[in-house]
Nanobody
Framework: QVHLVESGGGLVQVGDSLRLSCAAS????????AGWFRQAPGKEREFVAG????????YYGDSVKGRFTISRDNAKNTVYLQMNSLKPEDTAVYYC???????????????WGQGTQVTVSS
């Protein structure tokens, strides 16, 4: 059982940067691929970024490519999401998740955090 806790969300201005963290406990997090998703009010949960268990492979949703970077530190059981050049449409609750393998669909992830709110004001 892996327990995930996100942090780092907040209210920022257009063009600002923010770094989210996802701390894992209760399991061998280094054996799991990890991903970030987001969900805005009235919209479906959207894939943002994913990373393999070693960190060697990363992949991104089209809407964040070139602006967001996912990384992980398995020694600290933590996954990060660096978000640059933020836009109002990035406003959402951001969730961290863990999966046995690299994946882009929510149903492929076994463990989820409680989410952290990111609001980008214009």
């Amino acid at each position: 059982q892996v327990h995930l806790v996100e942090s780092g969300g907040g209210l920022v201005q257009v063009g600002d940067s923010l770094r989210l963290s996802c701390a894992a406990s209760g399991g061998t997090f280094g054996n799991y691929a990890a991903g970030w998703f987001r969900q805005a009010p009235g919209k479906e949960r959207e894939f943002v970024a994913g990373i393999s268990w070693t960190g060697a492979r990363t992949y991104y949703g089209d809407s964040v490519k070139g602006r967001f970077t996912i990384s992980r530190d398995n020694a600290k059981n933590t996954v990060y999401l660096q978000m640059n050049s933020l836009k109002p449409e990035d406003t959402a609750v951001y969730y961290c998740a863990a999966s046995p393998s690299t994946a882009t669909f929510p149903r492929e992830y076994d463990y989820w955090g409680q989410g952290t709110q990111v609001t980008v004001s214009s």
